[in-house]
């Protein structure tokens, strides 16, 4: 669905001491990265390379798979079949993209298991935005607007990322994120332009909830990222964060006004010498304190992601079981 | 969606027509809305997209079915007005798939008995004198093939894989089981559907039902339950007590917001 | 090549009992058209496998056809040895129609 820069972590120590060997093979490596070449799962990477690319793509799936449960809250209640099953499909899609992710990073020597292993723990991070609840309908067509919007923005330029099996997950993943901004902004815009007063309402509230949580997912400005420059340098990380979040600012502003919506930030208005929307100053102790995990949902995403997994733990070992029966049958015969 | 329409329940009309297909419309209804609540929640990621997928066929020909019972009934009732606006004894699904999910082997063993099921049911009804409910059934029953697959493979692999597992499903099968007489009970409604060639009696399906069934369960080491005395009434608008959750949960947006355009 | 190369890990999943096996999924999506790998998944049978691969691979209409590997049973070309393997190709011009220059009358051939 869409992956906030992960840039969060703790600035890793390189290693220091390195064989003139590995600083030959670093620098063809650095060459290739240069010449705008692909790196394949079974190509020689730095170790650095491979780790960061562990974390960001299995952070990404976990996002995905954390992802389900704000909009999944909806699907019992959405308010026609159509709705719900678009509600479906869309959430499903969301599976589906922490399933390609998941595999990407699979080709970089972790499994499913010791990713997932990582999140129930607490270890890996995932993208804060979805620790804010959903606490009305309107809410799932502004996701779908703004906080697709944000996702879609941040993954074109992964379609292009030096490692190829993200890469190509990514350009699967945007081919089909493109209905998600697509069928939240309809959804809004029949509420806006046909739906009652009631229904404006409940529109515009959720807009007032979700538009800075939104501006949050592009990360902290770029003068605060620490791992920003040698993500750079590798291919894995295009655009900076102040850059993308600009052009979604531009994006939206304009976006807002089809809708008929308020932006709640006084200070947006568009600077005709930039040649961009100035915006109001981002609260960043509030995305430090969710992303420390004390935002309004932190502690439930997590328990329902473990509580699924536990629970279906007993399936997991059935579905091998009756395999294992299977084959021994199979060599029997 | 008529904007400003009165959002009290609707009245539907006795028609056995129409009520022979409530049955069949509302049973893939509230059964799509079951397995919806697995999204985000399954044991693995593959099922998860797996289970979407057979809750998005069955909301798919829940719509289509509907939508022919309003045209039937000619009180322009559409999909919606349907599927939100009645009063719950007016829904006319089995019993079965409006009680709760339970465990993993619960859902399959509920989704093999009804994809086997609305399999044996599509395939009749795509012969039907009403020639637009025979083409939906024609879209279904490859569905329903599917589906019965897909929940088959499971039942076995769950009958036959771990104790455990065993245990669960054959814990499943005897609630199940309860259930299952209310599917092949007649009355006046079905013998119209037979007579005017709508469509089979319910029935009518009951041996080849139990043949494919039985056939699964035997592969799974599963013992059939005995003949239960237990009667559900769902099919005739008497449901069990988690009836009325479910249709807070799905009506609750349409009578909260009258008149709403979504 | 030099062996001196280090290779690189490769993906796990073999040895963890509890972990369900990778498997390739390459999809056809029109008949005469090659079947192309489109992704991996995760079951424990060949039967899952392909379900699971129709569940996540085809909802868009993508594809008529499904063949599912599991992972471990691929063969690769070592990325080590793509020079020895793939170099020798790029001066056989002559293998490739554009070689050959013919009058425009005839140049269709």
Known sequence: ?333 | ?262 | MSSTLTPNPSPSGRGEQSEWPLWEVFVRSKAGLDHKHCGSLHATDPTMAIQLARDVYTRRQEGTSIWVVRSDQIVASDPGEKAMYFDPMEDKIYRHPTFYELPKSVDHI
Request: with cysteine; proline share 4%; net charge negative.
């Open chain 1, 1 to 333: 669905m869409y992956t906030q820069a992960m840039d969060t972590g703790p600035k890793e120590e390189r290693k220091a001491v390195r064989s003139v060997e590995e600083a030959e093979l670093e620098r063809r490596f650095d060459t290739r990265i240069d010449a705008g070449e692909f790196i394949e799962a079974k190509d020689w990477m730095p170790e650095h390379y491979r780790k960061t690319l562990v974390r960001q793509i299995s952070q990404h799936a976990h996002s995905e798979i954390v992802g389900m449960l704000p909009e999944g809250n909806w699907i019992s209640r959405a308010p026609t079949l159509k709705r719900k099953a678009i509600l479906l499909a869309k959430v499903q899609d969301e599976a589906g993209h922490g399933l390609y992710l998941y595999a990407a990073a699979e080709t970089l020597g972790t499994s499913r298991d010791q990713m997932l292993d990582a999140l129930h723990t607490g270890k890996a991070k995932y993208s804060s935005i979805f620790n804010y609840p959903s606490l009305t309908w309107a809410d799932m067509g502004v996701i779908g607007w703004l906080v697709d919007g944000a996702a879609i923005m941040n993954q074109v330029p992964l379609t292009r990322c030096s490692y190829a099996p993200y890469a190509r997950a990514m350009v699967r993943v945007c081919r089909e994120e493109s209905f998600h901004q697509r069928q939240g902004f309809e959804a809004l815009l029949t509420m806006m332009t046909k739906g009652t007063e009631a229904q404006r309402a409940m529109v515009q509230d959720a807009v007032n909830r979700w538009w800075w949580p939104s501006l949050m997912m592009f990360g902290p400005p770029d003068s605060e990222s620490t791992h920003s420059e040698q993500s750079m340098r590798w291919g894995i990380k295009r655009i900076g964060n102040d850059e993308l979040r600009q052009k979604f600012v531009d994006a939206a502003a304009e976006q807002a006004k089809v809708l008929g919506v308020s932006l709640p930030d006084p200070e947006l208005k568009w600077n005709e010498a930039r040649q961009h929307h100035d915006f109001g100053a981002i609260d960043w102790s509030e995305f430090w304190r969710v992303v420390g995990g004390d935002g309004p949902c932190n502690r439930e995403r997590l328990a329902a992601r473990v509580k699924a997994w536990e629970e279906g733990a007993w399936v997991r070992e059935a579905a091998l079981a009756h395999a294992r029966k299977a084959v021994l049958k199979e060599s029997a015969a």
């Open chain 2, 1 to 262: 969606m008529k904007p400003g329409l009165d959002m009290q329940s609707i009245r539907v009309s006795s028609d056995p027509a129409v009520q022979y297909l409530l049955r069949l419309g509302d049973t893939c209804l509230i059964l799509a809305q079951r397995l919806g609540e697995w999204c985000g929640h399954a044991p693995v990621l593959e099922e998860d997209i797996a289970l979407t997928n057979m809750a998005l066929d069955l909301l798919g020909q829940a719509r289509a079915v509907l939508t022919r019972a309003g045209e039937i009934e000619t009180r322009g009732h559409d999909e919606d007005q349907l599927a939100f606006l009645r009063d719950e004894r007016d829904y006319l699904n089995l019993t079965l798939v409006e009680l709760p999910n339970g465990d993993f082997a619960f859902t399959v063993l509920r989704n093999f008995a009804m994809a086997s099921l609305l399999r044996l049911l599509w395939e009749q009804l795509a012969a039907s004198s009403d020639t637009e409910l025979g083409a939906i059934a024609g879209k279904a029953v490859k569905e329903a093939r599917y589906h019965r697959q897909h929940a088959a493979d499971w039942v076995v692999r769950l009958g036959d894989g771990t104790e455990e597992s065993a245990r669960r499903m054959q814990d499943a099968l005897h609630r199940l089981w309860l259930y299952v007489p209310e599917f092949f009970e007649a009355d006046a409604v079905d013998e119209y559907a037979a007579s005017s060639g709508l469509g089979p009696r319910w029935a009518d399906l009951r041996d080849a039902w139990l043949a494919e069934t039985t056939a699964v369960f035997d592969k799974a080491k599963l013992q059939l339950p005995p003949e239960p005395k237990f009667r559900s009434e769902g099919k005739r608008g008497r449901h069990s007590e988690h009836m009325g959750y479910i249709l807070a949960d799905l009506q609750y947006l349409q009578r909260a917001y009258p008149g709403g355009v979504w």
